[in-house]
C-alpha cells in the first residue's frame, strides 16, 4: 500500500505534517518503538510508530531521523497521547531528510494502525487472508466477546480448513480453533515446542516442518512486536540482527497440521500475516503483566532492604487482590529463583529468566493465558525471582509438602526448554518452602537462592531444587556438633589456608568466588578479575591440596558445607 491510502482512512486518526511530495512511497510493514536507535530491528519499507519516549529533548530529533532514513524507512508517526502537540525540531528534522511525518491523534491506539496496515498489504497478496483479518477487531476487544487468538483460528479451520494451535514454548495450549478438535496431546505439544526451538537455534527458516504424533505440522515462530518491525509477509530475516537467545524461551509458536512445504507463496503471506496479528494480541497481554512485575519488584526491594516486617505486610495486602482476585483470604507465599546463564555472558540473563519463570509457574495442564495473571516476576541482575501466592490453607494440610515442588515445576517442560537452551545455555531453579507471613519473605528468598545454588552443582542443561533438599545440610549445620564441624572444615580448608598464609595466593576467596558463580569459569575470572587461565590454575591448584574434585556434585557440595561452617 502507499502514505496517500493512509491519509484517506479517517479511522486512523493522521495527519500529514511535512512530506506531501513522498505520498507515494510503498509501505510493507509497521514498527513500533520508542528505542533511541532502532536500526537493528530495521529492515526498509516500514511505517514507523513512536510515543516519543526517546526524546529527551531538542537535540535528539536530527540523530533519530537520521537512523530512520538510513535503515530505509517509508515514514514516521507520531502520538500525540504523551506530549500533545508534536515538536518543532522533529518536524524539522523530518522536513531536512525529507522523511514524510504524520501525527496519530491520542484517540487511535497503534494496535490499530497496525492492524489496518498489515491487512491491507497482506491483501494485496493473499485474498484469502481478508476473511481472516476482517474480523480482526475482535480479538483485539477485550472481554469473553472479543475472542482472543481463538477467534482467528476458527477462520483458519473454516475458511481455510487449517487446524491450528498457538503453543508457548514450553508445549502449553495458549488457543486453539473450536474447529480443530481436541487439542494434540501433552507430550505431542511438548515435542512440537522442542522441534521448534532447536530449529530457531540452528538458524533455520520458518515454517519448520516437523513429524510428530503420526502427523505432519508446519511451525511458524510467533514474533512478539513491541521492537520487531510487523512486516507482512513474515518480514523473513528481519530481526536476523538481534541475538536469537533474547527471545527464543519467550515466543509463542504457530503449529499448523499440514505440510506448508508445497504451498504457494500467497498461502505462506497468509500464515505470517495471522502469526502478526497473534503477536499484537501477544504483546497487548503481555503488557498486563507490567502491574504484577511492578509489585513484585517493590516488594522485592522492601525485602532485600531490610524494611520492617509491618511495610512489607503492608505492600503484600496491596498485591493480595491483584494477584489473587476474588479470593478475600489472605495468601500464603512461596519464593521461586530462576537463572538463565548462557556461554560467554554477552547476554543478559535476568529478562530472559523474567519471561521463562512467568511460563513455568502456569500449570502445563491448563490452557490460554489467563493463568499467568496471578504470577508475579522481577528480575534483579542475572537472576529472576517469583512471588507466588497460595490460597490460604488450614493447618491440617498446611506443612512442608505444602505449594510448589521444584521437580513437578521442570517435569512438563525440561525437553522442550533444554532444546532452546541448546549446548550453550543453563537454566537452574530453586524454590522456597511457603510462608505465611512478612517476616517469612527473607529467609524465603534466602532459602530459593541456596536451592538454586545446590541445583548448580548438579549436571543438566535444566536444574531445580527446593527447599527439602536444604533440609538435609544447609538447615541442619547449626545442630552439627562443634567437633565434628572443626575436623571437617579443617580437614578440607586447612591445607588452602596454610597455602595463601605461605603463598599469598587467595586460593580459599577463589574457592568461595568459584561456588558462587555455579561453577561457570567466565563468570568467575570476570568477578575476581583474572585471566581465565589464571582461574584454572587456582582451581586446580585448589584440587591437587585438598585431592578432590570441582567438577563433581559431591566435591563441591563439602566445600559448600565446610565453608558455611567455617
Keep these: 500500500m502507499r502514505l496517500r491510502a493512509l491519509l484517506d482512512t479517517d479511522a486512523l486518526g493522521l495527519r500529514l505534517l511535512g512530506g506531501e511530495a513522498e505520498l507515494d512511497r510503498t509501505v510493507r510493514g509497521v514498527m513500533t518503538t520508542d528505542l533511541r536507535d532502532p536500526s537493528r530491528y530495521l529492515s526498509g519499507g516500514e511505517l514507523v510508530l513512536t510515543g516519543l519516549a526517546w526524546r529527551r529533548g531538542a537535540v535528539d530529533s536530527e540523530p533519530f531521523v537520521r537512523i530512520l532514513v538510513a535503515a530505509g524507512v517509508s515514514a514516521l508517526a ?124 540452528t538458524g533455520r527458516r520458518g515454517p519448520y516442518r516437523v513429524w510428530v504424533g503420526g502427523a505432519t505440522y508446519s511451525l511458524f515462530p510467533i514474533l512478539s512486536g513491541g521492537h520487531r518491525p510487523a512486516v507482512a509477509g513474515g518480514g523473513r530475516g528481519a530481526a536476523a540482527s538481534r541475538d536469537v537467545r533474547e527471545t527464543v524461551l519467550s515466543d509463542w509458536l504457530l503449529a499448523v497440521e499440514a505440510d506448508a512445504g508445497d504451498w504457494p507463496e500467497e498461502r505462506l503471506d497468509l500464515l505470517h500475516g495471522v502469526t502478526q496479528l497473534i503477536a499484537v494480541e ?135 526448554l533444554s532444546a532452546g537452551l541448546n549446548d550453550d545455555g543453563r537454566l537452574t531453579l530453586g524454590v522456597s518452602a511457603a510462608v505465611h507471613s512478612a517476616e517469612g519473605l527473607r529467609g524465603a528468598l534466602e532459602e530459593a537462592r541456596h536451592a538454586r545454588r545446590v541445583a548448580a552443582a548438579r549436571p543438566g542443561r535444566v536444574c531445580a531444587a527446593g527447599h527439602q533438599e536444604l533440609a538435609s545440610h544447609v538447615l541442619l549445620l547449626p545442630f552439627v556438633p562443634d567437633d565434628v564441624r572443626r575436623a571437617f572444615t579443617a580437614r578440607l580448608l586447612d591445607p588452602l589456608r596454610d597455602y595463601d598464609r605461605r603463598h599469598r595466593a587467595e586460593l580459599i576467596p577463589t574457592l568461595e568466588a568459584f561456588l558462587d558463580c555455579d561453577g561457570s569459569w567466565t563468570r568467575c575470572a570476570g568477578r575476581l578479575h583474572l585471566h581465565v587461565n589464571t582461574l584454572r590454575y587456582r582451581v586446580g591448584r585448589i584440587e591437587q591440596l585438598t585431592s578432590r574434585d570441582l567438577s563433581r556434585l559431591e566435591d563441591k557440595l563439602d566445600f559448600f558445607l565446610a565453608l558455611r561452617m567455617s
Design 282 to 416: 501477544r504483546d497487548r497481554r503481555d503488557a498486563a503483566r507490567t502491574v504484577r512485575r511492578r509489585l513484585a519488584q517493590e516488594v522485592l526491594e522492601l525485602v532485600q532492604s531490610g524494611a520492617a516486617p509491618a511495610e512489607i505486610a503492608a505492600r503484600l495486602r496491596v498485591a493480595a487482590p491483584v494477584l489473587l482476585p476474588g479470593l478475600g483470604a489472605a495468601p500464603h507465599w512461596q519464593v521461586v529463583v530462576a537463572r538463565v546463564e548462557w556461554d560467554g555472558g554477552e547476554i543478559e540473563g535476568g529478562p530472559v529468566a523474567q519471561s521463562l519463570l512467568e511460563e513455568i509457574l502456569v500449570d502445563p495442564v491448563s490452557s490460554g493465558p489467563e493463568p499467568s495473571d496471578r504470577i508475579a516476576v522481577a528480575h534483579t541482575g542475572e537472576e529472576a525471582i517469583a512471588l507466588v501466592p497460595l490460597p490460604a490453607v488450614s493447618s491440617e494440610h498446611d506443612g512442608p509438602g505444602s505449594g510448589l515442588l521444584a521437580d513437578a515445576l521442570l517435569e512438563a517442560v525440561r525437553g522442550p
Design 78 to 201: 507520531a502520538g500525540e497521547a504523551e506530549l500533545g502537540d508534536i515538536p518543532d525540531d522533529l518536524v524539522l528534522a523530518c522536513a531536512r531528510h525529507r522523511l514524510p511525518l504524520f501525527a496519530v491523534d491520542e484517540s487511535v491506539a497503534f494496535a490499530t494502525i497496525t492492524e489496518h496496515v498489515v491487512r491491507q498489504v497482506s491483501g494485496e497478496r493473499a485474498g484469502d487472508l481478508a476473511a481472516v483479518v476482517d474480523r480482526h477487531r475482535r480479538m483485539m476487544t477485550s472481554g469473553p466477546a472479543g475472542g482472543g487468538p481463538d477467534v482467528v483460528l476458527d477462520l483458519l479451520g473454516s475458511d481455510l480448513d487449517l487446524r491450528a494451535w498457538v503453543l508457548s514454548p514450553a508445549g502449553r495450549a495458549i488457543a486453539g480453533s473450536n474447529l480443530s478438535g481436541p487439542r494434540p496431546p501433552a507430550e505431542v505439544r511438548a515435542e512440537l515446542a522442542a522441534e521448534h526451538l532447536a530449529a530457531v537455534r
